[in-house]
């Protein structure tokens, strides 16, 4: 998950050393995310050819824009021009970003304090049509016994992902079963047959407001990567340093 905070400045690249506040220790990151090096690269070759113009913050939207077409998924034209963070807040990312337990009336409302509504937020969740999760964010939803999993795929996951808290945890299951390694449509086929990973994927058709939009994006692939792409940009959008504000850090982890 590679959701900015304040917005898109770049404050997640700011490691231990740079501040205590370091949003990579913030709990829904911490672990996680990964990468931090492919985005350091990609700066220190920009910083020779062209020093203390390119942001970190404008490099990491690059990066997740051709992450997208990488494997598979849709192209969208990245404005430039954002500056970086100075700090980090722990405290925001913790309070700001939601869990993999949050339900439909927490995941709107977050979004929408972000300027995304409900079908952004639905088609951003398609991004989990790739990548992997670690047990512990799917092992209450695999053994609560609860209606919204297909029994079949929830015995095949307690295999890589044990019941009891004290072991398995880091172990990784796709978010999306099928085809975890390209970006199309399947994350959305899967909830509609109860086969979500996490919670939070699966509260998206669950008989709610956002149903609809599941099944619209299961059906229509191109659809959904046109929305995907258009939601993308909006949040790109959120909150820039722009003009004087922020810097060009010459390293994305620390500060100048
Ligand atoms: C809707 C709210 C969201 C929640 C609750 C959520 C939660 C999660 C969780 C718990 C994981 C697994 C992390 C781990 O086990 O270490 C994950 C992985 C991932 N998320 Fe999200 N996420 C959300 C939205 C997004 C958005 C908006 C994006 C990007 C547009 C995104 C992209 C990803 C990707 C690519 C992975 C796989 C990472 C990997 O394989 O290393 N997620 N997400
Ligand atoms: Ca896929």
Known sequence: MFLALKGCDASILLDELATPTSERSAGPNKGSVRGYEVVEAAKSAVEKVCPGVVSCADILAVAARDGSVYVGGPSWTVKLGRRDSTNASRSLAESDLPSFTSGLDQLIPNFARKGLNARDMVALSGSHTIGQAQCFTFRNRIYDNGSN?????????????????????????????????????????????????????????????????????????????????LAMIKMGDIKPLTGQDGVIRRICSALN
């Open 149 to 229: 999993i297909d029994t079949g795929f929830a015995s095949t996951l307690s295999r890589g992902c044990p019941a009891s808290t004290s072991s398995g945890n880091s172990n990784l299951a796709p978010l999306d079963w099928v085809t975890p390694n390209s970006f199309d449509n399947n994350y959305f086929k899967n909830l509609i047959q109860k086969k979500g990973l996490l919670s939070s994927d699966q509260v998206l058709f669950n008989g709610g407001s956002t149903d609809n939009i599941v099944l619209e994006f299961s059906k229509n692939p191109s659809t959904f990567k046109s929305d995907f792409a």
